[in-house]
Nanobody, 119 residues
Framework: QVQLVESGGGLVQAGGSLRLSCAASGRTFSSYYMGWFRQAPGKEREFVVGITRNGVSTYYADSVKGRFTISRDNAKNTVNLQMNSLKPEDTAVYYC????????????WGQGTQVTVSS
């Protein structure tokens, strides 16, 4: 099992940047496909970005492509999300999530961190 704890959320003006971090416990972190999701008020949770176990491949939602960058450090059990050129529509609770090898959905979730972008 793995436990995930996000940090780095906050309030930022449109056009600004934030860096989210997700710290994972457990010795199997490097075997997990990791992702970030977000949920805005009144909306369903949506996929933002994913990264493969070795960090070589990444997948971005069209809405964040070119502005957000995901990275991971398996030695430190962390996955980060650098968010640039933030827009008010990026306002949401952001969740870190992990998916076990062979699983069809994400098994493990953090508690979420609030990101608010003011116009």
């Amino acid at each position: 099992q793995v436990q995930l704890v996000e940090s780095g959320g906050g309030l930022v003006q449109a056009g600004g940047s934030l860096r989210l971090s997700c710290a994972a416990s457990g010795r199997t972190f490097s075997s997990y496909y990791m992702g970030w999701f977000r949920q805005a008020p009144g909306k369903e949770r949506e996929f933002v970005v994913g990264i493969t176990r070795n960090g070589v491949s990444t997948y971005y939602a069209d809405s964040v492509k070119g502005r957000f960058t995901i990275s991971r450090d398996n030695a430190k059990n962390t996955v980060n999300l650098q968010m640039n050129s933030l827009k008010p529509e990026d306002t949401a609770v952001y969740y870190c999530a992990g998916r076990q090898p062979g699983a069809s959905r994400f098994d493990y979730w953090g508690q979420g961190t609030q990101v608010t972008v003011s116009s």
